[in-house]
């Protein structure tokens, strides 16, 4: 079995910054592509920023220039740089992950959640 677990999520004020961390255990040979998505109350759950295995990184155009996805491969983490908060940003995060086990087929694995509020 496969688990991602996150970290780092809080209340911050507009203009802050919050670092979200997302590591995978379990039966892993490697992981493809690693992503991060949102979702805001009454609102459907949406694509933040994804990074593949080579680390080539896109992101929404409403967070690009600000949050910055990055991820070790060694450790089979994740993260969520995020600058510049706003409060258009509160929301649950939730960390993806594309992972290959030892008997070589793929499946797509989420997190938990975290949540990030910004406050004005």
């Known amino acids: 079995q496969v688990q991602l677990v996150e970290s780092g999520g809080g209340s911050v004020q507009a203009g802050g910054s919050l670092r979200l961390s997302c590591a995978a255990s379990?039966?892993?040979?490697?992981?493809?592509?690693m992503a991060w998505y949102r979702q805001a109350p009454g609102k459907q759950r949406e694509l933040v920023a994804t990074?593949?295995?080579?680390?080539?990184?896109r992101y929404a155009d409403s967070v690009s220039g600000r949050f910055t996805i990055s991820r070790d491969n060694a450790k089979n983490t994740v993260y969520l740089q995020m600058n510049g908060l706003k409060p258009e940003d509160t929301a649950v995060y939730y960390c993806?992950?594309?992972?290959?086990?030892?008997?070589?087929?793929?499946?797509?694995?989420w997190g938990q959640g975290t949540q990030v509020t910004v406050s004005s």
């Open positions: 993806n992950a594309d992972v290959v086990r030892y008997s070589g087929t793929s499946y797509d694995y």
């Open positions: 379990g039966s892993i040979a490697s992981i493809k592509t």
């Open positions: 990074i593949t295995s080579s680390s080539s990184t």
